[in-house]
């Protein structure tokens, strides 16, 4: 079967596309209008090995709040309507990835039920042009309309690119093991409950 899906959100903010194939090689081609957001989101592609297409169309003349935020938002739609059932994923997965100075913890639990628990200090406001305290409405939108239960932990790290990078590649790292077909499993949703 295969796991791709389309999304389109149009408000009277922010116009975004996504189209995503979960079972890709981790090719990407991004343009949201925020660059930092598009290197951050090619992390997440190549190492979840998702291919990744991303058009957004913001009011970047207020901020790159609206854009960020509904980015994360149609990705989750995306990513919940490209996994189907679930049946037969390993459903949680893990990653901790070091960049020089800088390690990230990410956890995830494709649950069903959206909650965030965001722990990262950005050593500075901004990283070049891009706010970093959007970041965190990036994986709220995600997680509240994915379904997924998301813990982000920023273990240390001086350098503001280097926290993110870490957080981001291990976001795709993450994911990529969770929505893993586990042999064990096939037909099989995991959870005792019947539903996710």
Sequence with gaps: ????????????ETRVS???????????????????LDHMLDQV????????EIRAEGDLHIDA???????????????????????GIRRYGHACVPLDEAL??????????????????????RIGDFEADLFQ????GFVNHAGVTL??????????????ETLFKAFGRALR???????RMQGILPSTKGAL
Excluded: C, W, Y
Excluded at 18 to 36: C, H, I, M, R, Y
């Design 1 to 12: 079967m295969s796991r791709t899906a389309e999304i389109e959100r149009n408000t009277l």
């Design 18 to 36: 996504v189209k995503l194939n979960l079972d890709g090689a981790g090719a990407s081609s991004l343009e949201t209008g925020a660059p930092f």
């Design 45 to 52: 592609a190549r190492h979840g090995l998702i291919d990744l």
């Design 65 to 87: 709040h609206h854009t960020v935020e509904d980015v994360g938002i149609a990705f989750g739609q995306a990513l919940s309507k490209a996994v189907g059932d679930k049946k």
């Design 104 to 125: 990230s913890r990410v956890v995830i639990d494709l649950s069903g039920r959206p909650g965030l628990e965001f722990h990262v200090d950005f050593p500075r406001a």
């Design 137 to 140: 409405e990036f994986f709220q």
């Design 151 to 164: 813990h982000l932990d920023g273990l240390r790290g001086a350098n503001g690119h280097h926290v993110a």
């Design 177 to 183: 093991m969770a929505l893993e077909p586990d042999p």
